[in-house]
C-alpha cells in the first residue's frame, strides 16, 4: 500500500519542481493538472484489474474536472507532468517513459480509425514517448512513432514519424523538413 502513496508524492513534488509558479507541496495540490494525472495512476490501476467501465468513468469525471483526457489503458511512468494542462489528449496504447513534461493542448493520439481498422489486435495505436522528453503546448504526435530519449518536440508541431533519441539536450530535432534547435538543459523551465 505504501507504493501508491510513494508515487503520488513524488508526481506532488515533481509538480513543484518543475512549475516555478509552484512554491510549496501544498500549493501543489492546487496545481490544475495533478488531479488528471492521480485520477490516471488509479484508472489505470483499475484498467489494468478488469474494471474497464469503472476506470473509464474516473477518467470521464477527471477529463471533465480538469480538460486533460488520458485513456486508462495508457501507461505512464514516474515523475509525469503536465503543465497548464487543459485540452490534453493521451490515447489507450500510448505509452510515456518517466520524467516527461507536456504542454497544454498536446495530443499522443492514433491517426484515425480509417488506419486503426487494419491493425492486428493488440497493436499499438499510440505514441511511445521515451524518457526525459518535453512535448511543446499544441503539438500533435500522432500514430505508431517513438519519440526518443531526450527529445524536445518545439510547440504547434506535427509529429507523424519517429524521432531518434536526442542525447543530453544537446541534438537538434527535425521535423519534417525543419530543423528546430532544442532548448539549453533538460527542460525549458529549471530551478536553480
Not at 508515487?7 to 510549496?24: A, H, I, Y
Not at 490501476?45 to 480538460?67: D, E, F, P
Not at 499522443?108 to 499510440?126: K, P, Q, S, V
Not at 524518457?131 to 510547440?155: E, F, H, M, Q, S
Request: glycine residues 12%.
Amino acid at each position: 500500500m505504501r507504493r501508491p502513496f510513494n508515487r503520488l508524492r513524488e508526481d506532488l513534488v515533481t509538480t513543484m519542481d518543475k512549475d516555478p509558479s509552484v512554491t510549496s507541496l501544498l500549493e501543489a495540490l492546487c496545481h490544475p493538472a495533478l488531479p488528471a494525472v492521480w485520477s490516471h495512476r488509479i484508472a489505470h490501476r483499475l484498467h489494468r484489474g478488469g474494471h474497464r467501465i469503472l476506470a473509464r468513468l474516473l477518467s470521464n469525471v477527471a477529463k471533465i474536472l480538469t480538460g486533460v483526457e488520458i485513456h486508462p489503458g495508457a501507461r505512464i511512468g514516474r515523475r509525469f507532468f503536465i503543465d497548464h494542462g487543459h485540452g490534453v489528449v493521451i490515447g489507450e496504447t500510448a505509452v510515456i517513459g518517466d520524467d516527461v513534461t507536456l504542454y497544454q493542448q498536446v495530443t499522443l493520439g492514433a491517426i484515425g480509425f480509417w488506419r486503426d481498422n487494419a491493425r492486428a489486435e493488440g497493436e499499438a495505436r499510440h505514441p511511445r514517448i521515451g524518457d526525459r522528453v518535453v512535448v511543446g503546448a499544441k503539438a500533435t504526435v500522432l500514430g505508431p512513432v517513438t519519440i526518443g530519449d531526450g527529445v524536445v518536440v518545439p510547440a504547434h508541431s506535427l509529429v507523424l514519424t519517429t524521432i531518434e533519441s536526442g542525447g543530453n539536450g544537446k541534438t537538434p530535432v527535425k521535423i519534417g523538413d525543419g530543423n528546430v534547435q532544442r532548448p539549453h538543459g533538460q527542460y525549458p523551465v529549471q530551478r536553480e
